[in-house]
């Protein structure tokens, strides 16, 4: 069925940069949110950035994550985050999920039928 396995996650210093990719692949559908989340312990699953397959629009979580930008790749097959300017607090598991309607609730992740199993970003002071 439907898989998503994200890529890209390691150890970076502080003010580094790291580009995550999430390749979806099976049965999904065409015109697609896909989004961004993270997790650190303690704390619950919050939303990053997400993306409209159907006309490139972006969402992001809050301002402070300007430092961030999501895109699709010019086939739509894979889904990116650009980080930048790194901090520590940057640092948790970050999720790809996908769903065909969200009703505007991009970050809320009941709203996401699909996830991959994350990857791990641990940026050092």
């Known amino acids: 069925q439907v898989q998503l396995v994200e890529s890209g996650g390691g150890s970076v210093q502080a003010g580094g940069s790291l580009r995550l990719s999430c390749v979806a692949s099976?049965?999904?559908?065409?015109?697609?949110?896909m989004a961004w989340f993270r997790q650190s312990p303690g704390k619950e699953r919050e939303g990053v950035a997400a993306?409209?397959?159907?006309?490139?629009?972006?969402h992001y979580n809050d301002a402070e994550q300007a430092r961030f930008s999501i895109s699709l790749d010019d086939a739509q097959t894979t889904l990116y985050l650009d980080m930048n300017s790194l901090k520590p607090e940057d640092t948790a598991m970050y999720f790809c999920?996908?769903?065909?309607?969200?009703?505007?609730?991009?970050?809320?992740?009941?709203?996401?039928?699909?996830w991959g199993q994350g990857t791990q970003v641990t940026v050092s002071a």
């Open positions: 993306i409209y397959s159907g006309d490139g629009a972006t």
């Open positions: 999920a996908a769903a065909q309607m969200v009703w505007g609730d991009y970050f809320t992740p009941s709203r996401y039928d699909y």
């Open positions: 099976g049965y999904i559908y065409m015109r697609r949110y």
